[in-house]
Structures are given as structure tokens and as C-alpha cells.
């Protein structure tokens, strides 16, 4: 199974800031790779997939990158409805496989 | 509009079973792999089960092979769930989900991701 590791765990931050957060795998993945942003008693909800493309509707301050085994999640200019729990997830092979979550919280 | 909704969780003892169901609206429920994704609680997600289009394919985790089932009736839109010996570690919200899929424009692999999800229905394992 292919591991997924996300850095930070959490991290706080002020509404304009920007932020980065970070997801390996243990193997490459290419760019089977989506992250996801999920809110308190909410279902998660796509932001990116492929790495860098972004969902219809999500904001162009959200930007994703990367290939192989390292990815980046950029946020930019921070909003107050920015702060959320972000999970990557690779669908390189099965079984699906998500990272252990970075908690966005407000300074 | 795209919804999923799922219903069936509720308390159980140990070793016990349950039956969940994702009704599926708005969208050609038939051309879609679904999926069953589970929350533990104040923890991440997990990936539980996949099934194809036609019912032909299925694929689990490990931690639930040989334990839990997942199906689905194209003809009333629905996606199953059923969880049989039951564990602890098993009490989790769980997400029907769709799978979306895009090809790319520069070679021949196919992109996938989950959306939409579900509201999730909560499955309590206790003794």
C-alpha cells in the first residue's frame, strides 16, 4: 500500500497570510494526487485533483503542485472559511489511501 | 443536483451487523464506480471499499475483507454497505462517494477523485 504523509499536522495562521501545506508518498504517484478540505461536521469536499487542477467552483487562492512522491498545497491571502482540516489523497493504485490531515487553525 | 444520501448506521454490540444505504440522485448513477469511506471519530479518513460501474468489480481494504460487503442496484440508484462481525475499531462515520474521473490531455492516464460525498451516517461499535 502506498503511504501518505502530510507536514504539518497543524499549523496557525492569520486571515491575508499564506500558507503551504506539504504531502509525500512513499512511492511515485505521478500526479495521481487530490487534496480535499474538510470543515467540522462536514463531508470533505474536493479542492484540487491531478496534483494541480482545480475543481470547478474552489477559489483561484487555492493552488497545488507537484509530481512523484512530493506535493504542495498553497493557500494564498487566507480567508476566514479557509480554516479546515486539508487531507491529500493519492489515486495511484488501490487501496486509495489519504494523508494524516493538517489542521488549519486561525492565530 | 448531485446528492448522496446515506442512512442504516446506528449503536451495535460486538460481532453484530449492519446495513448501510447511499441513495443516489441527479446523475447516471449507473456510470459511476462508488465508494464507502469511513471517519473515526476526531480522526482522518479512510478508504473502506470501491465498487464498478456494473457491479463486476469490487475492492476492499484490508482491515475489513472477508467482513464486509460492499454492492450496489443500479435500477433503484443505490450503493450498500454490509458490515458484518463488527468491531470496535470499526465506529466511524461512514461516506458514500462518488468517483469523478478526467482524462489527460497529454497521454493516455485517467485522472480520478472523489466527489461529491455524502452527509455520512454515524456506526457505533460497543459493547
Known amino acids: 500500500d502506498i503511504q501518505m504523509s502530510q507536514s504539518p499536522s497543524s499549523l496557525s495562521a492569520s486571515v491575508g497570510d499564506s500558507v503551504t501545506i506539504t504531502c509525500r508518498a512513499s512511492?511515485?504517484?505521478?500526479?495521481?494526487l487530490n487534496w480535499y478540505q474538510q470543515k467540522p461536521g462536514k463531508a470533505p469536499k474536493v479542492l484540487i485533483y491531478a496534483a494541480s487542477s482545480l475543481q470547478s467552483g474552489v477559489p483561484s487562492r487555492f493552488r497545488g503542485s507537484g509530481s512523484g512522491t512530493d506535493f504542495t498545497l498553497t493557500i494564498s491571502s487566507l480567508q476566514p472559511e479557509d480554516f479546515a482540516t486539508y487531507y491529500c489523497?493519492?489515486?495511484?493504485?488501490?487501496?486509495?489511501?489519504f494523508g494524516q490531515g493538517t489542521k488549519l487553525e486561525i492565530k | 443536483e448531485v446528492q448522496l444520501v446515506e442512512s442504516g448506521g446506528g449503536l451495535v454490540q460486538p460481532g453484530g451487523s449492519l446495513r448501510l444505504s447511499c441513495a443516489a440522485s441527479?446523475?447516471?448513477?449507473?456510470?459511476?464506480?462508488m465508494n464507502w469511506v469511513r471517519q473515526a471519530p476526531g480522526e482522518g479518513l479512510e478508504w473502506v471499499a470501491n465498487?464498478?460501474?456494473?457491479?463486476?468489480?469490487?475492492y476492499y481494504v484490508d482491515s475489513v475483507k472477508g467482513r464486509f460487503t460492499i454492492s450496489r442496484d443500479n435500477a433503484k440508484n443505490s450503493l450498500y454497505l454490509q458490515m458484518n462481525s463488527l468491531r470496535a475499531e470499526d465506529t466511524a462515520v461512514y461516506y458514500c462517494?462518488?468517483?469523478?474521473?478526467?482524462?489527460?490531455?497529454?497521454?493516455?492516464?485517467?485522472?480520478?477523485?472523489?466527489?461529491?460525498w455524502g452527509q455520512g451516517t454515524l456506526v457505533t461499535v460497543f459493547s
Open positions: 441527479g446523475f447516471s448513477f449507473r456510470s459511476y464506480w
Open positions: 465498487i464498478k460501474e456494473d457491479g463486476s468489480e469490487k
Open positions: 462517494v462518488r468517483d469523478r474521473w478526467e482524462l489527460s490531455l497529454f497521454s493516455p492516464d485517467t485522472y480520478t477523485w472523489f466527489d461529491p
Open positions: 489523497q493519492q489515486s495511484y493504485s488501490t487501496p486509495r489511501t
Open positions: 512511492q511515485s504517484i505521478s500526479i495521481y
